[in-house]
């Protein structure tokens, strides 16, 4: 009579295996996929590398760090840069 358990106990846990495969499957991928750069924001939005190594270049001279990402929706990429230097940012890339 054990003997007729097991196959009863692998059907159950493949059961339990295809519910949570099946939940799984329903999560929002979309949004698992999005970067999040925490405290930094976008100052700029250039269409090429070159563009934002010009971009990067101009808020060095002015003392601000930058980072490059792409753009979530493929269109360029995104110069970020951290809340306290925002301001800084954009004026020295607003000066001529």
Do not use: C, Q
């Not at 495969?21 to 590398?49: C, F, I, M, N, Q």
């Not at 360029?76 to 306290?84: E, H, K, N, W």
């Amino acid at each position: 009579m054990s003997v007729l358990w097991i196959p009863l106990i692998g059907l159950s846990v493949m059961a339990l295996l295809a519910g949570v495969l099946r939940w799984a499957s329903s999560l929002d991928t979309d949004r698992a996929h999005r970067k999040d750069y925490g405290l930094l924001r976008e100052v700029a939005k250039v269409p090429s590398t070159t563009a934002a190594r010009v971009v990067e270049e101009r808020l060095h001279e002015a003392g601000v760090r930058a980072t490059t990402v792409p753009d979530p929706e493929g269109n360029g990429l995104r110069i970020l840069v951290f809340p306290a230097d925002r301001d800084a940012a954009i004026r020295a890339l607003l000066a001529d």
